[in-house]
């Protein structure tokens, strides 16, 4: 079955809650009215009896059971409460009865039977409802029972007439119970129907709306700084993607109109085949960066779609310098740096994802060499800390001011440099190896002097420190051995 809509059970809860307390309040009051009437009558008729107890005490002592009965006959005969009255002693002896009582007889115990709080009896006569008190009396050592009686029909017509105000108020107040349970439906809904149409209003180009949020600290208020918060976040992922697709196409623009330029210069005039070839290796140059710059626009949209899986496996790090290193020694030797790999002697095998950290590696070391003038030296390290293995790589070039040091990873950011021999990069190649170290959990951190150079490090955990591991992942183990070294540096 299909839930019902929250307004509608908002409103029947409302609805049960005001008619349960309609209803409650109606029977409750009519309970202590009739419990308030049953007790004024009570108290009457114990009166009654009391002042029979009070009339014998006074009568003389010296009067006999019949002089008696006429005294009291003499005072009930024309008196109200002598109507429903009839008193005997403890011999069985009837002192008074009135009419009334002996047409309808009532049982009236000997006193020593009567419970000394009275017992109430109840009769139809006629069309008069009774009730009546049988109560016990003792004057002068004597014990006596009175039964004094009272005609309700006074009260009943009084709870009668109430009972039927209440009957006649409870549709009304039910009635009231589902208009008020309606409106307070609607009220306490209506903040959140607010919402509903002010969300409505945002879409991609207005992200920088911000719903109403009151002061109150309350769910609603609650509900729309999250909101905001949410509607913050999307706005600032919005806004870095717009930057970056700016930036991207920007990046993508110059190498192409270069080549464009330098296309359409070769085709102005017939050359010879020499020239050709000077200009198409200039192009191949051109087409290499280019492809680098796409592949790392690649790399960081599929990063923001977080569609790449990452595997961590265990990986030889002796095995991945020097795989890392076989690529970026020519440009080391052409940049004339001394490139020194360090490790320590223990064969170190770190969790992770193998071509991730080679690529990390590759952008750091590229980074050296550009940055590094010749004659400088750019090392690749990895030393044990802990339950961890730091892979580091230093150079001593031209370093990082320390207001872009906050900034060097975001991307298409470059520190600016005078330095005209420094080749110009894009911008992307450290915000990749932060993302790179990131999803190994890794925090990619950089030390650095102006002048003296720069150190770009991050740890990772170690799979297995020992040759038995080592020999376990690492199939070239032989040939690696001979390169390793107690903190060698192996220049190449
Ligand atoms: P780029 O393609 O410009 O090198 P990166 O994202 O790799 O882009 O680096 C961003 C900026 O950080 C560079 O422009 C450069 O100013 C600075 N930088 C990176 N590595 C080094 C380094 N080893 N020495 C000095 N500056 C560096």
């Not at 002192?95 to 009896?121: C, T, W, Y």
């Not at 009231?176 to 349970?181: F, H, I, K, R, Y």
């Not at 307070?184 to 719903?211: C, Q, T």
Request: proline content about 4%; hydrophobic content about 45%; aromatic content about 6%.
């Amino acid at each position: 079955m299909k839930p019902l809509p929250i307004r509608v059970r908002l409103t029947l809860w409302y609805f049960t809650m005001f008619a349960t307390a309609a209803v409650m309040l109606c029977a409750a009051s009519l309970w202590m009215l009739m419990r308030s009437v049953d007790q004024s009558e009570y108290q009457e008729l114990l009166e009654r009896a009391e002042d029979v107890q009070l009339l014998l005490s006074h009568a003389d002592p010296a009067l006999d059971l019949r002089q008696l009965s006429d005294d009291l006959s003499a005072i009930y005969a024309l008196k109200d409460d002598g109507k429903y009255l009839q008193v005997r002693d403890e011999r069985g002896n009837w002192l008074f009865r009135s009419k009334r009582m002996v047409a309808e007889n009532p049982d009236l115990p000997a006193p020593a039977l009567l419970h000394k709080a009275g017992q109430i009896a109840n009769f139809h006569q006629g069309t008069r409802y009774v009730r009546v008190l049988a109560y016990p009396i003792t004057v002068r050592g004597m014990q006596y029972s009175v039964q004094t009686g009272i005609a309700l029909n006074k009260s009943m017509v009084l709870v009668e007439n109430f009972r039927n105000s209440l009957l006649l108020l409870a549709p009304i107040a039910i009635l009231l119970a589902a208009v008020g349970g309606h409106v307070m439906g609607r009220k306490a809904l209506r903040p959140v129907a607010e919402l509903a149409r002010e969300a409505r209003r945002i879409n991609d180009r207005n992200l920088d709306i911000r719903l109403p949020a009151s002061r109150a600290k309350d769910e609603i208020s609650d509900l729309s700084r999250t909101l905001n918060q949410m509607l913050e976040r999307i706005d600032k992922a919005f806004a870095s993607v717009r930057t970056f697709t700016g930036n991207a196409s920007h990046e993508l623009r110059t190498p192409i109109s270069l080549l464009r330029t330098e296309i359409e210069v070769a085709l102005y005039r017939p050359r010879s085949s020499e020239e050709y070839r000077n200009i198409l290796g200039r192009l191949h140059a051109e087409t290499v960066r280019m492809t680098s710059l796409v592949e790392s626009l690649l790399s960081l949209a599929r990063a923001d779609g977080g569609a790449e899986m990452i595997t961590l496996a265990p990986i030889c790090v002796n095995a991945l310098f020097r795989q890392v290193s076989e690529v970026c020694a020519p440009a080391m030797n052409k940049a004339m740096l001394d490139f020194r790999v360090e490790i320590p002697d223990e064969n170190l095998i770190v969790l992770g994802e193998n071509q991730g950290i080679s690529r990390l590696l590759s952008i750091l070391l590229e980074n050296a060499g550009k940055y590094t003038p010749p004659g400088g030296v750019v090392r690749l390290c990895a030393a044990i800390e802990g339950e961890q293995i730091v892979l580091s790589v230093e150079d001593t070039g031209i370093g990082i001011a320390s207001e872009h040091m906050e900034r060097i990873f975001e991307r298409f950011y470059r520190a600016s440099s005078q330095d005209e021999s420094i080749p110009a990069g894009s911008g992307l190649g450290l915000s990749l190896a932060k993302w790179i170290a990131e999803r190994h959990g890794a925090r990619l951190s950089v030390q650095s002097t102006v002048g003296k150079g720069s150190r770009f490090s991050f740890s990772l955990e170690s799979a297995a420190v020992g040759h038995s591991a080592f020999d376990a992942v690492d199939p070239l183990n032989a040939k690696s051995k001979e390169n390793t070294r107690n903190h060698s540096s192996l220049s190449v």
